[in-house]
């Protein structure tokens, strides 16, 4: 997870895949591990993932999934995915 938050370029893929990283480490989703609370991994998670929310850098196409009612800025993406790190390097 760090050598992937270690590359200056925040996309939604690239934050998407340091949560994974993560929840591999954990071996089993943030929320779960006590990182984070499940609506904003959910948030998180649906703002990477729809094309409506996250634009040209979404995991997916258009259509293809709800985005949420309040979709993730990039920098909040971000921001989040930085409280994950300093969180699991705490434990």
């Known amino acids: 997870a760090l050598a992937v938050w270690a590359d200056p370029i925040r996309i939604w893929g690239r934050l ?9 480490h ?9 990182l984070c609370s499940e609506t904003e991994r959910t ?16 995991r997916h196409g258009s259509r293809r999934f709800d985005p949420p009612s309040k979709p993730m800025s990039l ?17």
């Open 16 to 24: 998407y895949r340091a949560m994974e990283e993560i929840e591999g």
């Open 26 to 34: 954990f071996q089993k989703p943030v929320h779960k591990a006590k």
């Open 43 to 58: 948030r998180f998670t649906r703002t990477a993932n729809t094309a409506e929310a996250a634009g040209l850098d979404a």
């Open 75 to 91: 920098e909040e993406g971000a921001s989040f995915i930085s409280s994950l790190l300093e969180r699991s390097l705490r434990r």
